[in-house]
């Protein structure tokens, strides 16, 4: 009988352990969820989503902006909202996010929702919100975005050495993303997110005159899609013009990126090697439903991809703050 007994209490506390483990990875991984303001905010995602929609109505470019703006925030020490911090030295001053838009358009909601309901929601928040309502308005579908995350404390610009550049190579940009936590399927699917925005010529205007120094253009570009490309950005011209990423559809949403790389119109050189690299141009085939392989629906798995870089290593429960502007800690 003490044997059985003895027996019965070892297999108790291995479940109270397993089940206390599997609370706390789930706690520690994700730590956000859907409805998490129902009852301290309901009528965040609303308030966010007007702010959003008057700023892109008002100027189209905001939306890739924003969205550009959540995936620069998550890459570099979380999605914490640190990218909104001013200061001379901070990410948001750094020369990786030179070209981003729309700080105004979250400062906007985020004084709507501090009248709402006084020092609740976080501006880590608000910006996932905000790129979801961007995807939503040019085309995209939607997603339910986890809650939750509260704000960092620091940002330095000179983290932002570590966001994935114009001219990464596959195997760099596995590892960025791997970094992250994120798959190279995830890879793929969120840089779809150039379906929408532009880049300026100083991007990638390298390509098209003296590629790796060969004095030829990269030849990962379509003889057909160069003379387009000189044409709008030519030699020791307007090094800030700006140029469609997805010919075509700049402000539309959709799997059409991956067509444009497939036929040689892949504007910036790491977009371009998601078809030039096998291990890439694989994924880039199923979204094109490629016969054979495993189709892949760039509508569904853009907001799977969104909702997992959201939840890279957020700050909740106690960790960082919810700050009472987003452009400063408190």
């Given amino acids: 009988?003490?044997?059985?007994?003895?027996?019965?209490?070892?297999?108790?506390?291995?479940?109270?352990?397993?089940?206390?483990?599997?609370?706390?990875?789930?706690?520690?991984?994700?730590?956000?969820?859907?409805?998490?303001?129902?009852?301290?905010?309901?009528?965040?995602?609303?308030?966010?989503?007007?702010?959003v929609e008057s700023a892109v109505q008002a100027n189209p470019t905001i939306a890739p902006g924003l969205l550009r703006m959540f995936f620069?925030?998550?890459?570099?020490?979380?999605?914490?909202?640190?990218?909104?911090?001013?200061?001379?030295?901070?990410?948001?001053?750094?020369?990786?996010?030179?070209?981003?838009?729309?700080f105004e358009v979250i400062d906007a909601a985020k004084s709507q929702l501090e009248n709402a309901c006084p020092g609740v929601v976080s501006c880590s928040d608000i910006l996932a919100l905000a790129a979801r309502d961007s995807v939503v308005l040019t085309g995209g579908h939607s997603w339910q975005v986890p809650l939750g995350r509260r704000d960092g404390l620091v940002s330095r610009g000179s983290d932002t050495t570590n966001l994935p550049a114009f001219n990464d190579s596959i195997?760099?940009?596995?590892?960025?993303?791997?970094?992250?936590?994120?798959?190279?399927?995830?890879?793929?699917?969120?840089?779809?997110?150039?379906?929408?925005?532009?880049?300026?010529?100083a991007v990638f205007s390298y390509r098209l005159y003296n590629f790796n120094n060969t004095n030829r253009p990269d030849p990962d570009i379509s003889s057909s899609f160069l003379p387009q490309l000189r044409a709008l950005c030519p030699n020791g011209g307007d090094a800030l013009r700006r140029v469609?990423?997805?010919?075509?559809?700049?402000?539309?949403?959709?799997?059409?990126?991956?067509a444009n790389l497939k036929y040689g119109r892949g504007v910036i050189e790491s977009d371009a090697k998601l078809w030039s690299d096998p291990t890439t141009q694989r994924f880039v085939k199923r979204f094109l439903g490629y016969r054979g392989l495993h189709g892949l629906r760039f509508d569904v798995e853009f907001g799977r991809a969104m909702v997992k870089?959201?939840?890279?290593?957020?700050?909740?429960?106690?960790?960082?703050?919810?700050?009472?502007?987003?452009?400063?800690?408190?």
């Fill in 1 to 51: 009988m003490e044997a059985s007994s003895l027996s019965k209490t070892c297999i108790l506390l291995v479940l109270l352990l397993a089940t206390l483990t599997t609370f706390a990875l789930g706690q520690g991984c994700r730590g956000t969820r859907v409805g998490f303001y129902k009852s301290t905010c309901p009528r965040v995602e609303s308030i966010v989503q007007s702010a």
């Fill in 72 to 102: 620069h925030d998550c890459f570099i020490n979380g999605c914490d909202a640190s990218i909104l911090i001013n200061g001379s030295s901070t990410e948001k001053s750094a020369g990786p996010n030179a070209f981003l838009r729309g």
């Fill in 171 to 201: 195997s760099v940009q596995i590892k960025k993303f791997a970094d992250k936590g994120l798959d190279i399927q995830d890879l793929v699917t969120l840089v779809g997110g150039h379906t929408i925005g532009t880049a300026a010529c």
């Fill in 309 to 330: 870089m959201g939840n890279v290593e957020v700050k909740t429960g106690k960790q960082g703050e919810i700050r009472r502007i987003c452009t400063a800690t408190n």
């Fill in 244 to 258: 469609a990423l997805d010919t075509g559809s700049v402000n539309s949403f959709g799997e059409s990126f991956y």
